[in-house]
């Protein structure tokens, strides 16, 4: 991690100038049999289009809070690391109600439906397909953000220690929260980690983003690890050269 990388969308940027080709975000739905795997590029690239999105077209502001109604996900990492780069703060699990923005996935529809500001719902499909209908009152992110730029520059530059990121009570800046990330799980510099944390906990996001992603590792995030059969979690580990893997709980 440079000295001059705070928040999660300056660590970003910086995996992308140095190695952008290697794996950043692998992700696995055992429900569906889904595997996505995201280089740093990739994923820059996706977040570069949701943060044009999300400043453009839904007009949100540094301070502007979003509630994030989405599971473990690499589309959730996307949009956790696009709120970064606007300055918005991401409201993990947030009550739509408070929030300026509210995105959510196709199970938390109705609960959106509370804010009273802009709302997009993801269908959360492999390989990022739309809804076959979108849902009323929502927008589309898969029919939206496809068009957006492949670049982007804040209007506004984004404070390192401006509130950043909300989760289980506890709210962090930008700059808290990547440290935060590397005190807890202390991981060494490249490390492939596997986690089965949910994204609505802190040691979920820690392990799953943000602590791989200012040590220059790699994450491979598991959502319904519990349907794999016997020995199904190890087979994934060595075929995926995980070097770390997650503790499930204190």
Request: charged share 20%; hydrophobic share 45%.
């Amino acid at each position: 991690m440079n000295a001059t990388d705070r928040t999660p969308a300056d660590l970003l940027r910086s995996a992308l100038a140095t190695d952008p080709a290697r794996p950043l975000v692998t992700f696995y739905d055992d429900a569906t049999g889904e595997r996505v795997e995201l280089s740093v590029a990739t994923f820059a690239n996706w977040v570069a289009k949701t943060a044009n999105y999300l400043q453009d077209e839904l007009s949100a502001e540094p301070g502007d809070r979003l509630a994030l109604l989405l599971p473990t996900h690499w589309q959730t990492a996307v949009w956790l690391v696009a709120c970064s780069s606007v300055g918005v703060i991401a409201d993990v699990g947030g009550d739509p109600a408070a929030a300026d923005v509210v995105v959510s996935g196709p199970d938390t529809l109705e609960a959106a439906r509370a804010c009273s500001g802009e709302r997009v719902a993801l269908a959360l499909r492999p390989l990022g397909g739309r809804f076959p209908e979108p849902p009323a009152g929502f927008a589309d992110y898969a029919a939206e953000v496809p068009a957006q730029g492949d670049r982007f520059a804040p209007y506004a530059p984004v404070d390192p220690h401006a509130p950043a990121l909300a989760v289980e009570g506890r709210e962090f800046t930008g700059a808290e929260a990547v440290a935060a990330a590397v005190e807890l799980t202390r991981l060494p510099e490249r490390q492939r980690v596997l986690s089965t944390l949910p994204y609505g906990t802190w040691d979920g996001l820690a392990y799953g983003l943000y602590a791989p992603l200012a040590t220059d590792g790699s994450v491979v995030l598991c959502r319904h690890a519990d349907r794999l059969d016997d020995g199904g979690l190890a087979r994934r580990k060595e075929a995926e050269q995980v070097t770390v893997t997650a503790p499930d709980g204190p």
